[in-house]
């Protein structure tokens, strides 16, 4: 319950500055993509 408040907490005040709401979102999208890519790489090699 507590960690939603904290979530809503965090997409209240990212409201307010959309610019680096985006920039976060870009940068676990990548983050994310980036992770999967490295995972299947290191699967294949071993």
């Known amino acids: 319950m507590a960690r939603k ?3 809503s ?3 209240s005040e ?3 500055t959309p610019r680096v709401e985006y920039g976060i ?4 999208q990548g ?3 980036g992770f999967i ?3 299947i790489v290191a699967t294949q090699l071993v």
């Open 5 to 7: 408040n904290f979530i």
């Open 9 to 11: 907490n965090i997409r």
């Open 14 to 16: 990212l409201r307010l």
């Open 25 to 28: 979102k870009e940068f676990l």
């Open 31 to 33: 983050a994310i993509v």
């Open 37 to 39: 890519i490295g995972f």
